[in-house]
């Protein structure tokens, strides 16, 4: 048989995307290897719900119209990769969230009456020695 029957991608190309995936793959094989060490290391488990996210990006949020330099600003919504743009990876099922609960003793100073705020002055005053009698 002479010729193949399945698809080839590279028909329109003289083989260097071939040749730039056998490349990535064998640049990043050592950026794997140690994901898969990190995630063995914190005892994480193949059935956790991972997020995978991506930081150190920036978003436009001006509308410049229709008419805009191109060059310096980008259209309302534009997604803008850093340069030191990084990969975040989140373990949603091992990340406990707990509100934080109010505690009952503080109380806010501007919900003291004068009275409250006044003793307490007067508290303060005495542990570190003032004469408030005098005055």
């Not at 399945?6 to 028909?11: G, L, R, T």
């Not at 914190?42 to 978003?59: A, F, K, P, Q």
């Not at 009456?113 to 020695?129: F, I, N, P, R, V």
């Amino acid at each position: 048989m002479i010729g193949k029957l399945d698809p080839e991608e590279n028909v329109m190309d003289d083989g260097s995307l071939i040749a730039k995936r056998k490349a990535i793959a064998v640049c990043n094989q050592g950026v794997v290897q140690n994901l898969y060490d990190t995630i063995a290391k914190l005892g994480w488990d193949c059935y956790d719900n991972v997020s995978v996210e991506i930081g150190g990006t920036s978003v436009s949020g001006i509308d410049v119209g229709e008419e805009y330099n191109k060059k310096w600003q980008s259209p309302l919504g534009t997604r803008k990769y850093n340069k030191d743009a990084f990969i975040i990876i989140k373990n949603l099922d091992r990340s406990p969230f707990e509100p934080s609960q109010p505690n009952s003793e503080l109380k806010g100073h501007h919900f003291k009456t004068e009275k409250e705020l006044m003793a307490e002055l007067k508290k303060s005053d005495d542990e570190k020695g003032y004469d408030t009698y005098s005055k």
